[in-house]
């Protein structure tokens, strides 16, 4: 009994220490997580319905989609750059700095009615984002392996919807009781709260832990520890060599694009690969996130309503956490191929229903396929980078997701003030069954082909029938 019974402790020891996600993932989970409270409490929640009542049109919002996503563009490859030379902690501090004043003038645009503070807030809002999230894809890839890659990318999505499912849910009750431009100031006060849980990253501490985790981990271990007073040295952000003017510089001298396609060239056919398919998950994304709001405002529901609608397209996404290790099982590029199959039959279903409980299920539908396929395709593109190019490969891979964005803004946008709406939906999602159908059948048979050619050389490692019977 006795032996059964460590035995089944062992098994149970073992599971949770495969389970466990590393501790500085943990930090930066929380970080991220307070982050994007601000942003699901108002900023991207009610994003397209705001920019719209501003702007009066949807070719307003087109623009402004495609402004945000050209900034992202230009800017994704520089912090990459910088990322690899060890900023890491002062292009998040300079990023939420930023978005702190993008949060202001979100405001006040919406105050005043003005679409110069809107342009002034989406700008801010690009170069923001650019420094921030690439900065994150870098601290969690530093954090994975060959066995966890899908995993690990899996609790990155999973806190950022986390964040949007609970503060689109509190903004469905507070929009009641306030107007929309002030849901934009929660965007101030998260990014303030995040700032100091930024404090807490072991990759801005010159030891292991900080003071805060020492006094948790107090009967565990002894350890002394010393807070990396550089993340307070604002002389190092904004001094005459400092990161800022580092980054401004990298950002014009297009010193880093030169490196990128450098790099790239010694990457083969793969990388362009897996960089497409980040690409079009970011297309079938942006266009989920800019038009499907708009389905629902033309439907005539409330904000309350709309907040609701943004809570469930991204509660697929928190569940990354458990089906973030599904793309670690099987061919990521075959996943990948039947999941995008998948979602252009629901965006053909989108175009043909359109009442609220048809938009509700199939924009639930639509999203958990995106939810699945973003930890893979990113799994897909750190798995093939080199470690020591992996900051400027996550910069490459952001920039993968602007192009699609772009293309997703733009193309989309223009097609919907030609045929309308719904015909828009049915015209994507033919155009993704077919493309992804077209990918599946060339996959399949490139792996007939190699198993026929791997059999062919063992039968021809194998001796004659005449020579094994002497």
């Not at 890659?149 to 949007?164: D, E, H, M, V």
């Not at 048979?445 to 063992?458: F, L, Y």
Request: proline share 2%.
């Amino acid at each position: 009994m006795k032996k059964k019974s460590t035995t089944l402790l062992q098994i149970v020891g073992n599971w949770k220490k495969k389970a466990a996600l590393p501790i500085n993932i943990r930090w930066v989970s929380i970080s991220l997580f307070l982050f994007m409270m601000g942003r699901g409490l108002g900023g991207d929640t009610f994003f397209s319905v705001y920019v719209k009542s501003i702007l009066g049109s949807g070719f307003g919002l087109m623009f402004i989609g495609t402004l945000l996503a050209v900034i992202k563009l230009f800017l994704v490859i520089p912090v990459g750059v910088m990322n690899d030379q060890g900023n890491a902690r002062y292009l998040l501090l300079a990023g939420k700095l930023v978005y702190i004043f993008s949060g202001l003038f979100y405001f006040l645009a919406g105050m005043h009615s003005s679409p110069l503070l809107l342009v002034l807030a989406v700008v801010l809002n690009g170069i923001a984002s650019s420094m921030m999230f690439t900065t994150y894809r870098v601290l969690y890839g530093k954090g994975t392996q060959h066995s966890n890659r899908s995993k690990i990318f899996g609790f990155y999505f999973s806190s950022i919807n986390l964040a949007y499912v609970i503060g689109a849910l509190l903004s469905a009750f507070l929009v009641s009781y306030l107007e929309l431009p002030y849901m934009y100031l929660f965007i101030i006060i998260f990014a303030l709260l995040s700032l100091l849980q930024d404090g807490k990253i072991q990759d801005f501490i010159k030891k292991k832990f900080s003071k805060s985790w020492k006094k948790w981990n107090f009967l565990v271990n002894s350890v002394d520890t010393d807070v990396d007073v550089d993340l307070c040295n604002i002389r190092k952000l904004f001094g005459k060599r400092g990161v800022i003017v580092r980054f401004s510089k990298e950002a014009v001298s297009f010193a880093s694009w030169k490196r990128m396609f450098s790099t790239l060239k010694s990457y083969g056919r793969s990388m362009y690969t897996a960089l497409s398919a980040q690409a079009l998950v970011s297309f079938m994304n942006y266009v989920g996130f800019l038009f499907i709001p708009i389905i629902a405002n033309d439907n005539n529901l409330s904000l309350s309503e709309i907040a609701i609608l943004f809570a469930v397209m991204r509660l697929p996404y928190v569940i990354n956490v458990l089906i973030g290790g599904f793309g670690d099982k099987y061919s990521k590029k075959i996943l990948i191929t039947i999941l995008v199959f998948i979602g252009a039959l629901l965006y053909i279903l989108l175009g043909l229903y359109h009442n609220f409980w048809a938009i509700i299920v199939l924009s639930f539908g639509i999203s958990l396929v995106i939810a699945m396929l973003s930890p893979v395709t990113s799994a897909l593109v750190i798995g093939y980078a080199r470690p020591k190019d992996r900051g400027l490969m996550s910069g490459l891979q952001e920039f993968a997701s602007r192009i699609g964005e772009i293309i997703g803004s733009l193309v989309f946008g223009m097609i919907v003030a030609k045929i309308g709406m719904d015909d828009s939906f049915i015209v994507l999602g033919g155009a993704l069954a077919v493309l992804s159908m077209y990918l599946l059948v060339k996959k399949l048979m490139r792996i007939k082909t190699k198993d026929g050619e791997a059999k062919k050389e063992v039968e021809a490692q194998q001796p004659l029938p005449f020579l094994q019977n002497t």
